[in-house]
């Protein structure tokens, strides 16, 4: 019966009969949100050789904004990272070293990835 509540919400976050905190960005917070996201993939893009993709994905439920990069390597497993950034950040801007630290972490991981995936059967061409 919860799912034909309009006030049911996941567990742990709404109580049932309780209203949803809906949270609505403006046009404004939603740019500098993207702008924010799209300086992350251009920073991981730099750390990584030709042959990576990486893209982004921007959603918004009702507690917040969520924001997600992606890296697909060309051989292993996608790796990603996704946060929730606060609301009062998007005005200021994301703090400079955690944009370069997720950067980083994924770069990394999508290395990882490729080196995992090919294993010890490439010889190296220098040292």
Do not use: C, W
């Not at 994301?94 to 490729?114: F, I, P, R």
């Amino acid at each position: 019966m919860n799912g034909n509540n309009p006030y049911a919400g996941a567990p742990g976050v709404v109580e049932a009969g309780q209203p949803t905190n809906d949270v609505e960005l403006s046009g404004e917070q939603k740019q500098a949100l993207r702008q924010e996201v799209a300086g992350i993939v251009s920073r991981t893009e730099s750390y990584l050789p030709e042959g990576y993709h990486v893209g982004s994905e921007l959603s918004f439920d009702g507690t917040g904004p969520l924001a997600t990069v992606a890296v697909e390597p060309p051989a292993g497993h996608p790796v990603t990272a996704g946060f929730s950034p606060e609301i009062d950040e998007l005005a200021s801007g994301l703090d400079e070293t955690d944009a370069n630290e997720v950067a980083q972490g994924l770069a990394a991981s999508a290395a990882m990835q490729v080196m995992s995936a090919i294993g010890d059967s490439v010889t190296p061409t220098g040292r």
